[in-house]
Nanobody
């Protein structure tokens, strides 16, 4: 069993920045992918950013250029730096971690609200 603890969500104004973090613990032999997804009311969950164990990154089109993802393997942590936030970035953000080559785990979600 793997547990994910998320932090960093909150309320900000448009144009400001926010940094989310997620730490994994539990029965982990190897951490493969780490990433963040988000879901706004009435919409599908979508990719924000993800990074592989080899450092390969993938960003959603709507956040490309405004978001940077990074990971600290020693701390089993993935961070999401979000800049120039927009009201349409408002959503619940979920940490996602793939461990032991095939096991998917999701965080409980952290609310990000961007006011205009």
């Amino acid at each position: 069993q793997v547990q994910l603890v998320e932090s960093g969500g909150g309320l900000v104004q448009a144009g400001e920045s926010l940094r989310l973090s997620c730490t994994a613990s539990g029965s982990i032999f190897v951490i493969n992918n780490m990433g963040w997804y988000r879901q706004a009311p009435g919409k599908q969950r979508e990719l924000v950013a993800r990074v592989s164990s080899g450092g390969r990154t993938d960003y959603g089109d709507s956040v490309k250029g405004r978001v940077t993802i990074s990971r600290d393997n020693a701390k089993r942590t993935v961070a999401l730096q979000m800049d120039s936030l927009l009201p349409e970035d408002t959503a619940i953000y979920y940490c996602n971690v793939v461990v032991n080559y095939s096991d998917n785990y999701w965080g409980q979600g952290t609310q990000v609200t961007v006011s205009s």
